[in-house]
């Protein structure tokens, strides 16, 4: 089945620094590639995705690139700020997106203001 | 709010009683999840339904069992409670079974002693 690998598990970084997290997937047919952000104590929530067919995707201060290739993909957040700091999982979509969503462990971001 | 609520919110039990986790949902999502979430482990599924009465089985769902008998209700039960079960459980629901619109409800945090 699908394999995930998420790194680092712990990143700090200085406020106003940009953050990057890497993810490598193993099912070459994944095709759906969606990142979370958990803060302490809450449910996960969806930040930001991309498909297989699209290389780049930004959002104001966050964007995601996808190689497929070399099956990975990753996050980068631009300009960190305090309220960036929380639990960030990758996940990918296995089979064509016949199965369910396969999760990375996570990485702890923390933006030391 | 998200359309997803668990309850109970919070539970300890004994080793050995059986539990039941209630995931109810206001959007008329077809699918529905149930995982686990533990340090260093990040989330992992243990169910899933993809219709009323259909389920099926994720990575880690030795120890548990699932019913969904109506479209908004989907229930975890674990037979008999282990400590290895106590955990953080998430319900979530989405459109599609790739994962597109996932939502997460809140969370059950189970303790097990």
């Known amino acids: 089945g699908e394999n995930v690998e998420q790194h680092p598990s712990t990143l700090s970084v200085q406020e106003g620094d940009s953050a990057v997290i890497k993810c490598t997937y193993s099912?070459?047919?994944?095709?759906?590639f969606p990142w979370y952000k958990q803060e302490l104590g809450k449910r996960p929530q969806l930040i930001i995705d991309?498909?297989?067919?699209?290389g780049e995707k930004k959002d104001q201060r966050i964007a995601v690139t996808l190689n497929k290739t070399a099956k990975h993909f990753s996050l980068h957040i631009t300009e960190t700020q305090p309220e960036d700091s929380a639990v960030y999982f990758c996940?990918?979509?296995?089979?064509?997106?016949?199965?369910?969503?396969?999760f990375g462990k996570g990485t702890r971001l923390s933006v030391i203001a | 709010d998200a359309g997803i609520t668990q309850s109970p919110r919070h539970k300890v039990t004994e080793t050995g009683t059986p539990v039941t986790l209630r995931c109810h949902q206001t959007?008329?999502?077809?699918?529905m999840y149930w995982y686990r979430q533990d340090p260093g482990h990040g989330l992992r599924l243990i169910h899933y339904?993809?219709?009323?009465?259909?389920?099926d089985k994720g990575e880690v769902s030795d120890g548990y069992s699932v019913s969904r008998s109506k479209t908004e209700d989907f229930l975890l039960t674990l037979e008999s409670a282990t400590s290895s079960q106590t955990s953080v459980y998430f319900c979530?629901?989405?459109?599609?079974?790739?994962?597109?619109?996932?939502?997460f409800g809140s969370g059950t945090r189970l303790t097990v002693v």
């Open positions: 979530a629901i989405s459109v599609f079974l790739d994962g597109y619109g996932y939502t």
């Open positions: 099912d070459s047919a994944s095709n759906y």
């Open positions: 991309i498909r297989s067919n699209v």
């Open positions: 996940a990918a979509s296995p089979n064509s997106g016949n199965t369910p969503l396969v």
């Open positions: 959007e008329n999502h077809r699918y």
């Open positions: 339904s993809y219709g009323v009465k259909d389920t």
